[in-house]
């Protein structure tokens, strides 16, 4: 029998509901915060307000746009973390309040582990879905990581970054670019028109299969506090050539690590998730891995790629199918624990 699941998204700054039939998705629809562009970054307080904001009329309208009456709900997922305490808070509450009215069972999603999942949704454009185990380079504006995905239920993170998160690092480059806030998108919209070769950022040199991006982001910081001491126009200047040598170098760091992963493990199944998975110099260079025959690679659809509550519904549906559902006490959490 079919199940009809809400899938609720409120880590961080943006509020998403979706509806699924199974892995079919019925509607999926995001509200995005516009107050933290005039910030450099997500204000905890005013995500957590536009969350309450926002909330209500998002469920509404994926109700309606899934053409579902809420009585056919069967049961209610939600992210509980890892990200913004006050903005779990928002999705949590309203989650079991709306389980407990519907009388249906509620579902935890790890939010890391749903952008993984987002694989598996079922897509009339995209057939092909990453067989276990694979490997998922996860990629968000608060994570970077690597994960040997064993099944459905079981991920391990060999590797992931010691500082600042791949996302984290475009925008923190952005911002001091003057770009405004999320800088990654920004970045590469402007890297396609740049050169890639024009400018040398050097590579961080990291233990193992971790990753570090805090140094880099130093380096490209001295870098243009050096060139605007002696052209106060140098970034404008040359915006489209920086933006493309600071994304080939971010590129070439997440990749050098997933081949190694990829050669320990002998794993060839390669897959992408998370926010900086949007990123077009990352697709193409998973791109060329699977035309030169190297690898297996599972790129999402964008609008699965950054945060949405497709993917939180979908994880929610494998949590259902073995009866894993939380109790009305349980609470959201902050950080990433492996496992969770
Ligand atoms: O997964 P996500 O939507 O939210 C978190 O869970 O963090 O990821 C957001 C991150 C931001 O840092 C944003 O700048 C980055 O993903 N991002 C991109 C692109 N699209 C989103 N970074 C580089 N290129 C993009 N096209
Ligand atoms: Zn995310």
Known sequence: MSIIILGIESSCDDTSAAITKDRKILANLIANQHVHKNFGGVVPELASRAHQQNIIPVIDNALSKANIDKKQIGAVAFTNGPGLLGSLLVGTSFAKSFALALGVPLITVNHMHAHILAHFIEDEFEKKIPPFPFLCLTVSGGHTQIVLVKSFYEMEVIGQTIDDAAGEAFDKVAKIMG???????????????????????????????????????????????????????????????????????????????????????????????????????????????????????????????????????????????????????????????PGE
């Open 179 to 337: 770009l405004p806030y999320p800088g990654g998108p920004l970045i590469d919209q402007f890297a396609k028109q740049g050169n890639h070769l024009a400018f040398d950022f050097p590579m961080p040199q990291v233990e193992g299969l971790n990753y570090s991006f805090s140094g880099l982001k130093t380096s490209i910081l001295y870098f243009l506090r050096d060139q605007l001491k002696h052209d106060p126009g140098f970034i404008k200047k040359h915006m489209h050539d920086l933006c493309a040598s600071i994304q080939y170098v971010i590129v070439k760091v997440l990749m050098k690590k997933v081949h190694a992963a990829s050669r320990q493990t002998g794993i060839r199944h390669i897959a992408m998730a998370g926010g900086v998975s949007a990123n077009s110099g990352l697709r193409n260079a998973f791109r060329e891995q699977r035309d030169s025959g190297n690898w297996e690679v599972y790129i999402p659809r964008f609008e699965y790629c950054t945060d949405n509550a497709a993917m939180i519904a979908i994880s929610g549906y494998f949590k259902y199918l073995k009866n894993d559902f939380a109790p009305h006490s349980t609470t959201p959490f902050t950080r990433y624990h």
